[in-house]
């Protein structure tokens, strides 16, 4: 009779245990939705406002490329010149336009539409980015460490240190049979 009252304890414990640990977890559930909203509202207005701040420079470079244009223009000597910043600072003026009267959420939605309609432009866009980020890295590695890459540790910062060859001896000076592991 008493493991049967034991085991009815045990149960119940069991039991409550179980029960406070859907509790927690449903709560944590809850909690991680909260979250996420907040996180996405967050992130639509971070998104909005930099977007309304690209838009305004957008449209001030516009600005000063039709400066620039007026003055080819007025000089004379540019009109082709002229006539190139002006279609560059309307098409940039349009995109400035677009990007402050545009939403984070409608942003997005249409760089997934684009994305969806020019998949093989998205990837070479991917690409000219990437090869311009390791240019800009391997620059600025030159720049930082004088003119190399950064050596391995205990290692030379020269890349010419040795030869393809194991011979060191000095370029002007002649072989010797030894050199060659032919001894007569």
Same mark, same amino acid.
């Given at each position: 009779?008493?493991?049967?009252?034991?085991?009815?304890? *045990?149960?119940?414990?069991?039991?409550?245990?179980?029960?406070?640990?859907?509790?927690?977890?449903?709560?944590?559930?809850?909690?991680?939705?909260?979250?996420?909203? *907040?996180?996405?509202?967050? /992130?639509?207005?971070? /998104?909005?406002?930099?977007?309304?701040?690209?838009?305004?420079?957008?449209?001030?470079?516009?600005?000063?490329?039709?400066?620039?244009?007026? *003055?080819?223009?007025?000089?004379?000597?540019?009109? *082709?010149?002229?006539?190139?910043?002006?279609?560059?600072?309307?098409?940039?003026?349009? /995109?400035?336009?677009?990007?402050?009267?545009?939403?984070?959420?409608?942003?997005?939605?249409?760089?997934?539409?684009?994305?969806?309609?020019?998949?093989?432009?998205?990837?070479?866009?991917?690409?000219?980015?990437?090869?311009?980020?390791?240019?800009?890295?391997?620059?600025?590695?030159?720049?930082?460490?004088?003119?190399?890459?950064?050596?391995?540790?205990?290692?030379?910062?020269?890349?010419?240190?040795?030869?393809?060859?194991?011979?060191?001896?000095?370029?002007?000076?002649?072989?010797?049979?030894?050199?060659?592991?032919?001894?007569?």
């Amino acid at each position: 009779m008493a493991n049967t009252v034991e085991g009815t304890d *045990q149960e119940g414990l069991v039991g409550q245990a179980s029960t406070q640990v859907q509790e927690a977890a449903s709560t944590a559930q809850e909690r991680a939705v909260e979250l996420k909203e *907040q996180g996405r509202s967050k /992130l639509g207005e971070t /998104l909005d406002q930099r977007t309304n701040e690209a838009g305004a420079q957008a449209r001030k470079m516009a600005q000063a490329l039709r400066r620039s244009g007026e *003055q080819l223009s007025n000089e004379g000597n540019g009109q *082709q010149a002229a006539e190139l910043a002006e279609n560059a600072a309307d098409r940039i003026e349009r /995109l400035g336009g677009y990007l402050e009267r545009t939403s984070g959420p409608e942003l997005v939605r249409d760089m997934e539409d684009f994305a969806r309609r020019r998949p093989w432009m998205i990837a070479g866009m991917g690409l000219v980015a990437g090869l311009a980020a390791s240019r800009f890295l391997k620059a600025s590695a030159e720049r930082r460490y004088g003119g190399s890459a950064q050596p391995a540790a205990g290692g030379s910062t020269r890349h010419d240190v040795l030869p393809l060859s194991t011979d060191v001896r000095p370029p002007d000076e002649p072989l010797a049979r030894e050199s060659y592991g032919t001894s007569r």
